[in-house]
């Protein structure tokens, strides 16, 4: 298994520059494309607010000031993904419909990158963030500084379905790496799991994997930061999501938890 797309949306902003890198990061080792996808905002998404007058005075405006803020976005994003220097990347514009372009190229891609931002709710990649990962089902990898490939790898593992996807879907990753642990707290599970059955998963196909099973109870996420702290992770591989979305959203989560913190770069799949 290995990934031949790595897919990063960009917004023509600041951030644009650190999101392309940690792409490039990722996609070298794996000779993969680096796909920059400009995801700018959908004027069909402006234009029912604007009624059925919007043809005249200020709403023209406002509309020609976003499409000229949008063309100044893509050539943001154009310099950013050229900036890479990286010879298989591709750009991609997306046009209305946005968030159906945006979907069909995360299909098609392996892994979709973004920075912190967006995964904190933060800027405007945060809806795409979003679709990506709760809707889509996208693989995601969220790049914190110091994102190593080829380094220490954390898997968080509960036997449960979000987190048996993520612990799969990352496997290419897991080749690169120089070492993985599997983590499990089966006292904040209400499943019953053995971590043997994921490292023997993984020993079937050439990884090498150590277990560490942690005896907190309660919410898990802050015991396996606090693993993927002294394990010196480069990465941490998590379910997202296991719960509904609206209950996620209202209590939070051990998602939310992960997202929040300044722990290692987090590779999630719902």
Request: hydrophobic content about 45%.
């Amino acid at each position: 298994m290995s990934w031949a797309r790595i897919m990063a949306p960009l917004s023509g902003g600041q951030g644009d520059a650190a999101a392309v890198a940690a792409a490039k990061l990722v996609a070298e080792p794996f000779g993969a494309e680096l796909a920059c996808v400009y995801t700018p905002a959908d004027v069909a998404d402006v234009m029912p607010w604007m009624g059925e007058g919007f043809l005249g005075g200020v709403q023209t405006t406002a509309l020609e000031s976003l499409k000229e803020a949008t063309a100044a976005g893509e050539g943001n994003a154009r310099k950013a993904s050229a900036a890479a220097g990286y010879a298989k990347t591709q750009f991609v514009a997306l046009q209305t419909p946005v968030w159906a372009g945006l979907s069909a190229e995360s299909r098609l891609s392996d892994l979709v990158v973004f920075t912190s931002d967006p995964s904190k709710g933060r800027g405007p990649l945060a809806e795409a963030f979003q679709q990506m990962v709760a809707d889509e089902q996208r693989p995601v990898l969220i790049a914190k500084p110091g994102l190593r490939v080829g380094g220490t790898v954390v898997v968080a593992w509960d036997g449960g379905k979000e987190a048996s996807r993520a612990a799969r879907l990352a496997t290419p990753l897991l080749e690169k790496a120089s070492r993985i642990v599997i983590v499990g707290a089966p006292k904040a599970s209400s499943r019953s799991f053995d971590p043997d059955r994921l490292k023997a998963y993984y020993g079937a196909r050439g990884i090498d994997a150590e277990i560490q099973i942690l005896d907190d109870a309660g919410d898990a996420a802050p015991a396996i930061l606090h693993a993927a702290a002294a394990a010196n992770a480069d990465v941490l591989v998590a379910g997202a999501f296991g719960h509904p979305r609206l209950q996620e959203f209202i209590f939070g989560g051990a998602t939310r938890t992960l997202l929040n913190s300044d722990g290692p770069s987090l590779f999630l799949s719902h």
